[in-house]
Antibody
Framework: QLQLQESGPGLVKPSETLSLTCIVS??????????WGWIRQPPGKGLEWIGS???????YYNPSLKSRVTILIDTSKNQFSLKLSSVTAADTAVYYC??????????????????WGQGTLVTVSS | SSELTQDPAVSVALGRTVRITCQGD??????ASWYQRKPGQAPVLVIY???NRPSGIPDRFSGSSSGNTASLTITGAQAEDEADYYC???????????FGGGTKLTVL
């Protein structure tokens, strides 16, 4: 059974860089059938897609975060990471790592995220 | 602002049927996926694609799509279905993903 686990500091100072790692177990991160991503949820707010990465390195980022986000993949360690620079209090959120997939139909396609990591709360505060 | 619009809150009587909707122009080209989030827990995928349920999701959950609207239907809502529900799809450019604002479902 595939499992994802986020790790990283729970407290980051304003203007510094938030760094998280997602360790994937029970399956290979190098599968061409899936991609990997980060999603966050600020307290009291909804879900926000941060970005996604394929095993061969192609990345896609939320346009509103693109200038500050870097997602990398390390197939040798079966893990991927998130870096978010110049953080402010608005970046305080529960951060989730996910596996993503795409199903294709004649009438369109569907992205989906499953499973999700348990999530890790990152607070930006001095 | 989200390119996918959901009603902030919906309520349903125990055992009745409820439909949660998600509207957006991109839904004319892409199917939505739906996630259930309960307090203190990670979101769970409940519906994706035309009407697919992951293993372990009860068959009272179903999905449909028409025009610019995707719907999640719970037939015979149970107390444990009380949660926040989020839709997700690609944006109009097709290059990025976006979530709806979420719908809080209350089971009365």
């Amino acid at each position: 059974q595939l499992q994802l686990q986020e790790s990283g500091p729970g407290l980051v100072k304003p203007s510094e860089t938030l760094s998280l790692t997602c360790i994937v177990s029970g399956g290979s991160i190098s599968s061409s059938s899936y991609y990997w991503g980060w999603i966050r949820q600020p307290p009291g707010k909804g879900l926000e897609w941060i970005g996604s990465i394929y095993y061969f390195g192609s990345t896609y980022y939320n346009p509103s975060l693109k200038s500050r986000v870097t997602i990398l993949i390390d197939t040798s360690k079966n893990q991927f990471s998130l870096k978010l620079s110049s953080v402010t209090a608005a970046d305080t959120a529960v951060y989730y790592c996910v596996r993503g997939g795409i199903d294709y139909y004649g009438s369109g396609s569907s992205d989906w995220f499953d499973p999700w990591g348990q999530g890790t709360l990152v607070t930006v505060s001095s | 602002s989200s390119e996918l619009t959901q009603d902030p809150a919906v309520s349903v009587a125990l055992g009745r049927t409820v439909r949660i909707t998600c509207q957006g122009d991109s839904l004319r080209s892409y199917y939505a996926s739906w996630y259930q989030r309960k307090p203190g827990q990670a979101p769970v995928l409940v519906i994706y694609g035309k009407n697919n349920r992951p293993s372990g999701i009860p068959d009272r959950f179903s999905g449909s799509s028409s025009g610019n609207t995707a719907s999640l239907t719970i037939t015979g809502a149970q107390a444990e279905d009380e949660a926040d529900y989020y839709c997700n799809s690609r944006d109009s450019s097709g290059n990025h993903l976006v979530f709806g604002g979420g719908t809080k479902l209350t089971v009365l």
